[in-house]
């Protein structure tokens, strides 16, 4: 069974300054990944998403994401945040095959300080 | 083009009641999934439906959860007899179905029970 692993419950950076979350991931087969971003009171948007072919993958709100094969990583990364990047992120892998349900990490609340 | 939406936003019911939460999905998406989201549990998958083929319920969590899709469109999740414990977000996506599939969220159904 295929499992999510955010490491990092509540992260604060100040605005302007580097940002990355961890995702640490557990399937048998090449995953399909994905980082969504949730506001408060509001569904999940889409950041980004890895299928295959350039382990780098950049996203919507200047996001990127690299996969990382030899470490079963996908972190999310972002030069510099925004105030308005305050949100929940979570990070999912997927199935190429059979159970299409998306397994979820629990979740990094980002805060960012002025 | 619209995207997922959910109704109703919120709901607040007394325990014992029976409760229905209706999804519309994207236009044209074969796909049609929900999930839960609630505090002790992060989001938790509970039914996958694709086309005409019989829907995934291996997420549903008791025999008083049950969904159906009309048409191949919307989609209705039941629950009946709530308990305080079913408490939690409801969230809806679809997908195109096709190979490399994106779920796209609604805005979710906040159910508290009383």
């Not at chain 1, 992260?11 to 506001?39: D, H, K, M």
């Amino acid at each position: 069974a295929q499992s999510v692993t955010q490491p990092d419950i509540h992260i604060t950076v100040s605005e302007g300054a580097s940002l990355e979350l961890r995702c640490n991931y557990s399937y048998g087969a090449t995953p399909y990944l994905f980082w969504y971003v949730q506001s408060p009171g509001q569904g999940l948007q889409l950041l980004l998403k890895y299928f295959s072919g350039d382990t780098l993958v950049q996203g919507i709100k200047g996001f990127e994401a690299e996969f990382k094969r030899s470490q079963s990583s996908f972190n999310l990364r972002k030069p510099s945040v925004h105030w308005s990047d305050a949100a929940e992120y979570f990070c999912a892998v997927g199935a190429g095959t059979g159970r299409r349900a998306l397994t979820f990490g629990s979740g990094t609340r980002l805060q960012v300080q002025p | 083009g619209a995207g997922v939406s959910q109704s109703p936003s919120n709901k607040v019911t007394e325990k014992g009641k029976d409760v229905e939460l209706r999804c519309d999905p994207i236009s044209g998406h074969t796909a049609l999934y929900w999930y839960r989201q609630s505090l002790g549990q992060g989001l938790e998958f509970l039914i996958y439906f694709q086309g005409n083929s019989a829907p995934d319920k291996s997420g549903l969590p008791s025999d008083r959860f049950s969904a159906e899709r009309t048409g191949g469109s919307v989609s209705t999740l039941t629950i009946q007899r709530t308990q305080q414990e079913d408490s939690a977000v409801y969230l809806c996506a679809s997908s195109s179905g096709t190979h490399q599939e994106t779920q796209y969220f609604g805005p979710g159904t906040r159910l508290l029970v009383l």
